[in-house]
């Protein structure tokens, strides 16, 4: 449950962070039922007195096009999905759009690759780059239009005005600058709660010992001295991955208790950057898939770019992550969209995400079939 001032204050915030004025028309894609399209969209433009331009009431990339280039639109916003479809849409409408001078990326982890082929496409030099949740109305991390190219790129910047952040261990305490840990974030822009759901918002909306009200994202980051956030993924979405190569080191891993330590976590996110790198990849989305030897393995769910006649096969795919980024995080199992029983696209969220709890069933029943193509 939001309220007025939760919606209007992060509107006029995000507004705030991209110089947005009565001159400014903004393209919009994300839809009015979400946070994106309504509070950073919508709210965000009305508070500046800036032009919005909805183009589509479900997206379509050449409709987003035309926008773009009749309106002259100044501002793009949109998540990862929507842009490289907006670049591939392009590669036939052959549209020169020049307007658009800044933006905002959101909805999940942006790629560095991706912004650079919204700047080679669009020209697009200021593009931001929002974090946030529903929850907090939505946004609490903006990077601005005059950080770095890197810190455009590699953090979501620095809180909004009347926010506070911490990162916080396993156990609820604060840890020290540059410690990854649970975001939690706290200020105006707290939801009232779930509602009829008092358990759920007990669950990750808590009290410290000074009476503060923290929202815990279930998000792991990393925040530096100067303020910026740099998340390094969901924590359900991370790949634990055992490493018991010998009895020695399954007795070295057991604690007292009788349980297992020790193992690797491995987050999506630096290897979906580094496969989106390869000349042949479009899209991709890495997954954790069940495996009986290390508990978890990485998986990747990818999208060829159009033009490729022959795709890397999986072998190609592993070496080409195990290069930079070592042989516990290269893909042991290797899924196209388009194949059978894979899908003709990835299941995606109203606002564009990508839903990888859908894509792990996927690929535990592709396993489970034991689908020669997906293992190494």
Not at 30 to 53: A, D, E, K, N, Y
Not at 72 to 92: H, R, S
């Amino acid at each position: 449950m939001l309220s007025h001032k939760n919606i209007i204050n992060n509107g006029r915030f995000v507004g705030d962070a991209m110089k947005l004025d009565p001159s400014d028309s903004v393209c919009c894609p994300p839809p009015l039922f979400h946070c994106f399209g309504l509070v950073m969209g919508f709210l965000g433009s009305v508070t500046h007195g800036s032009t919005i331009v909805f183009p589509c009431d479900q997206f379509d990339a050449h409709l987003v096009l035309d926008a773009l280039y009749e309106e002259k639109c100044t501002a793009l916003y949109g998540v990862p999905t929507m842009f490289i479809a907006e670049i591939e849409a392009n590669q036939k409408k052959k549209y020169k759009i020049t307007s658009v001078r800044t933006g905002v990326a959101a909805g999940s982890s942006v790629p560095a690759p991706v912004m650079k082929r919204l700047e080679q496409e669009f020209g697009v030099k200021g593009m931001l780059i929002a974090y946030g949740m529903t929850e907090t109305s939505p946004v609490t991390f903006i990077t601005s239009l005059d950080d770095s190219d890197e810190r455009r790129t590699k953090t979501v910047g620095r809180v909004l005005p009347h926010t506070a952040a911490k990162v916080v261990d396993r156990e609820g305490e604060t840890v020290p600058r540059g410690t990854p840990g649970e975001l939690c974030t706290s200020g105006y822009a707290l939801q009232k709660g779930y509602y009829n759901n008092p358990e759920k918002t007990n669950e990750v909306m808590r009290r410290d010992d000074e009476g503060v009200l923290w929202m815990h994202t279930g998000d792991e980051c990393v925040i530096d001295d100067d303020g910026y956030c740099t998340v390094t993924g969901r924590i359900k979405d991370m790949i634990i991955r055992g490493t018991y190569r010998s009895l020695l080191s399954l007795i070295w891993r057991l604690v007292p208790d009788g349980s297992f330590s020790g193992g690797e976590n491995i987050f999506p996110l630096e290897i979906e950057e580094r496969i989106l790198e390869h000349p042949a990849v479009d899209d991709v989305s890495i997954v954790a898939i069940k495996d009986e030897r290390y508990g978890e393995e990485v998986a990747a769910f990818l999208a060829v770019k159009k033009g490729i006649i022959t795709r890397p096969n999986a072998r190609e795919i592993n070496q080409w992550v195990r290069k930079t980024l070592g042989s516990h995080k290269a893909p042991k199992h290797v899924f196209w969209i388009g194949d059978a029983d894979v899908g003709n696209d990835f299941p995606k969220t109203g606002s564009g995400k990508h839903q990888k709890h859908i894509l792990r069933l996927i690929g535990d029943r592709l396993v489970a079939r034991q689908k020669p193509k997906a293992r190494l």
